[in-house]
């Protein structure tokens, strides 16, 4: 059974990262000494539930996490820091710090060093989050000791959850335009006016006509929509945001 760390000091470990063309060494310390810090762990870079959900996520409800009065959101998996360092990248996270635990001493620390041999990964971090004020562990998620990679008690919106029980999620917001057309820049305005954050597909760069057509059953930009819900065009996003 993994041992629940809740009360401990996190370990002190020195993180060998790649910043630019230089190789920075940064200490635990340096990222937990005096801050509250939400950690987030996972098997490893670039796999599938990793990419889909678990950073995604953390990335977008980081702003949320900082007004709560969370200094960073830390992405911690067994890979080095040029993995990491592009994995950062491909993944937009620029909200979150990812920080490689290549030698796995501070998953090891953690009690949280398992074997992947069958998956030809060697040894990695079972999946986990908590929050740490001040190199402290305050409260750990672990995942459930099954077959596979489970994924039900680690992720953001669970830690969200307990940091604040009764503040709403952020709305899921997505403006299909093309480029140049003014109302789709009316309707972003309006959106950033009232400090909603959204996610811009463009036209043949992202989706078809067809595929705009096979999801909103229309064929004009902008078409946006609010938590699996058609808001509409530029007009109907100032109606539902006056509504609002």
């Known amino acids: 059974m993994f041992q629940d760390r809740t009360g401990s000091r996190i370990p002190s470990v020195t993180f060998h990262t790649r910043q630019g063309h230089e190789w920075v060494d940064v200490t635990s310390d340096e990222i937990f000494a005096g801050k509250t810090v939400v950690v987030f762990s996972l098997p490893g870079a670039f796999t599938p539930t990793c990419s889909s959900s678990h950073v995604p996520r953390y990335n977008q409800l980081t702003p949320t996490f900082k007004e709560l009065g969370v200094d960073s959101v830390v992405c911690v998996s067994v890979n080095d820091t040029f993995v990491m360092n592009e994995w950062q990248k491909a993944q937009n996270a620029d909200n979150l710090i990812f920080v490689p635990d290549g030698n796995g001493e501070f998953t090891d620390g953690m009690g949280m060093l398992v074997d992947k041999d069958d998956l030809g990964f060697g040894k990695r971090s079972w999946r986990y989050s908590m929050l740490v004020r001040d190199g402290v562990v305050e409260k750990m998620f672990i995942e459930p000791e099954v077959e596979g990679d489970p994924y039900e008690v680690s992720n953001a919106d669970t830690m969200l959850e ?28 309006a959106l950033r006016n009232a400090g909603i954050d959204f996610e811009e597909l463009v036209l043949n760069k992202d989706y078809t006509e067809q595929g705009l057509r096979a999801v909103s059953n229309a064929a004009t930009v902008p078409q946006v929509f609010v938590n699996g819900k058609l808001i509409g065009g530029s007009d109907a996003v100032i109606a539902w945001l006056q509504a609002r």
């Open 162 to 189: 307990y940091l604040a029980p009764n503040k709403p999620k952020p709305l899921d917001v997505a403006v299909f335009s093309r480029g140049g057309c003014p109302f789709c820049a009316k309707a972003k305005e």
